[in-house]
């Protein structure tokens, strides 16, 4: 997602499949809808078309969320009630916060296709979210995606481990063929 997309609680990684939420700007009801709805490790993720001024998410909306166990909230639009939400601990990615409530009148639906944060989100998709942003990986993608991701942190820790072993970076990634070149402390 684009790098508007800020958690609220840092230090926190998750993953889980999404329910997705198409509101109107400011409307709750529908993401209120989608807690009754998701299941237990879900991650709600909800279009609200980016609006600022008014939020579809609060602390109401969290403390359901986290007694039913779900994962997270991403908003693409405002949330409310930050210090609640803090406190309690429930992950939250948003576009903004605002003090500002905007009701329920009910526009919208769930577990449809949307955009979040300059993403397609079907429902069933897998997020992944930590301080550095969140990824959507679509469901059939999720399998491959992970592998590669595994391939990556390996080849990450390898670096890590040669550069704390005494190599400089480059003759870290020379050493594992990431860039070219002859000279390793092997090879001399």
């Known amino acids: 997602m684009q790098s508007y997309m800020r958690p609220l609680i840092h230090g926190v990684k998750i993953s889980g499949r999404a329910v997705t939420v198409r509101t109107e700007p400011g409307d709750a009801r529908k ?35 986290k007694t039913k166990g779900l994962s997270a909230v991403i908003v693409d639009g405002a949330v409310r009630d930050t210090l609640e939400i803090v406190d309690m601990a429930f992950p939250t990615w948003a576009k903004a916060v605002t003090p500002n409530t905007g009701g329920g009148k009910g526009g919208g639906a769930i577990n449809v296709q949307i955009i979040c944060g300059g993403v397609t989100v079907n429902p069933g998709d897998l997020v992944v979210a930590d301080d550095d ?19 990556r942190e390996d080849m990450e820790r390898g670096i890590k481990e040669k550069v704390l072993s005494g190599m400089t970076l480059r003759e870290a990634l020379v050493a594992i063929h990431l860039v070219e070149g002859s000279e390793t402390p092997e090879s001399r």
């Not at 237990?40 to 008014?54: H, L, P």
């Not at 942003?133 to 391939?151: F, Q, S």
């Open 31 to 65: 993401p209120t809808e989608a807690v009754e709805l998701a299941k237990k490790g879900e991650v709600i993720v909800i279009d609200a078309a980016g609006f600022q001024e008014s939020a579809c998410w609060g602390g109401n909306d969290s403390i359901g969320s």
């Open 133 to 151: 942003g969140v990824v959507v990986i679509p469901k059939d993608m999720a399998e491959g995606v992970l592998a590669k991701t595994i391939e």
